[in-house]
């Protein structure tokens, strides 16, 4: 019998359906493949992007030639800019605003061939020193409410290049995705004094059912809820609240197991599509008229990444009702990563 499952962070219900129990085999798709004749993230095509505004360069060579190892660059199409004043309006019953952010590419190799799982740890690292680095500047910016850093792998799953790249998007108001999650970690600790994902962290790890891998930093499991077959969290092991505060010496750990999921993930389901998402704690700017607005963010809030596989797609019932079918339960994607070997290339 199919099963309803509420996700107490995301506030919303998840039908398990046990009866389809659909296995890794008939998630492998015919991938899509975008084929450039000159790609403009790699090694000798720095003219061709707009100007970097920050690169990890080994070499000590200049911005804006080869050299470089990741390198951070302005979207050439960006959805917001960064330049101007929001001017927050009313029109009639709606509201508007300038687009104002900022929206970031951030290239993960000079090598066209290789994708995030082929890197090495150091070198995910330092992917991970780019995220960090841009979350401590484009915070001080007063305009921004949310940073998000996210990753499409795939044409399946968004992605219009097919070089290793990330994106960075800062947004004038806080999206409602954050808007819930915040919410809910707030309240949960008003109510008891806890971090809500440290309980559901220290919750998993009894039962162990839903844990793909862990280390003595991270935790990598299948949520309860999954909305999605083969969806993934990775959780700091202890209480953080901000991504940018960890050392290189915890990026470095990071890398490992971030690795070692994408490769579980390729092995066993043949390098599907995927997204990944960094919801981390926003800029705790002042707000007018709420001293206290962000005063139980470091204790409530608990930053993680999200993986999703895109497998399956959002059809009318899930837009009508707000409910997600998932087709393999958490617990038997679960398994098969445990399982799976790495190493294994398909």
């Not at 919410?183 to 809500?196: A, F, M, N």
């Not at 617990?331 to 190493?343: G, K, N």
Request: proline residues 8%.
């Amino acid at each position: 019998m199919s099963q309803l499952r509420w996700d107490p962070l995301k506030m919303s219900w998840v039908i398990i359906s046990n009866e389809r129990g659909r296995r890794p085999r008939d998630y492998i798709l015919e991938r899509q493949e975008v084929s450039l004749t000159a790609c403009p993230f790699c090694y000798g095509r720095e003219d061709k992007t707009t100007h970097e505004v920050f690169a990890i360069r080994p070499d000590g060579s200049r911005p804006d030639t080869s050299g470089w190892q990741v390198r951070v660059i302005p979207n050439k199409y960006p959805a917001l800019r960064i330049e101007g004043n929001l001017d927050k309006r009313g029109i009639g019953l709606f509201d508007a605003m300038n687009g104002i952010g900022a929206h970031e590419v951030i290239i993960e190799t000079p090598d066209h061939d290789r994708q995030l799982a082929d890197l090495t740890p150091i070198e995910i690292t330092n992917v991970l020193r780019a995220y960090r680095a841009r979350l401590m500047d484009l915070r001080k910016d007063p305009r921004f409410r949310y940073i998000i850093i996210f990753k499409n792998h795939g044409v399946e799953a968004g992605a219009g290049i097919p070089h290793s790249h990330s994106q960075l998007m800062a947004v004038p108001i806080t999206p409602p995705v954050a808007t819930t999650q915040l919410s809910v970690c707030r309240e949960y600790y008003g109510r008891k004094e806890r971090c809500l994902l440290c309980d559901i962290l220290r919750q998993e790890l009894e039962t162990d059912e839903r844990i793909v891998r862990s280390n003595e930093e991270f935790v990598v499991l299948a949520p309860y809820a999954s909305h999605f077959p083969f969806e993934l969290n990775i959780i700091p092991r202890h209480h953080s609240h901000d991504f940018a505060l960890l050392t290189d010496q915890e990026l470095g750990i990071l890398a490992e197991i971030l690795k070692d999921t994408l490769l579980r993930l390729r092995s066993v389901l043949r390098d599907p599509p995927y997204n990944f998402v960094l919801h981390n704690a926003p800029p705790m700017h002042l707000r007018l008229g709420k001293p206290a607005y962000w005063g139980s963010l470091p204790y409530d809030f608990h930053w993680r990444i999200e993986l999703v596989p895109r497998l399956t797609k959002i059809a009318g019932f899930e837009w009508g009702t707000g409910f997600y079918m998932n087709p393999t339960p958490p617990e038997v994607a679960a398994r098969f990563l445990r399982s799976a070997d790495p190493t294994v290339v398909y």
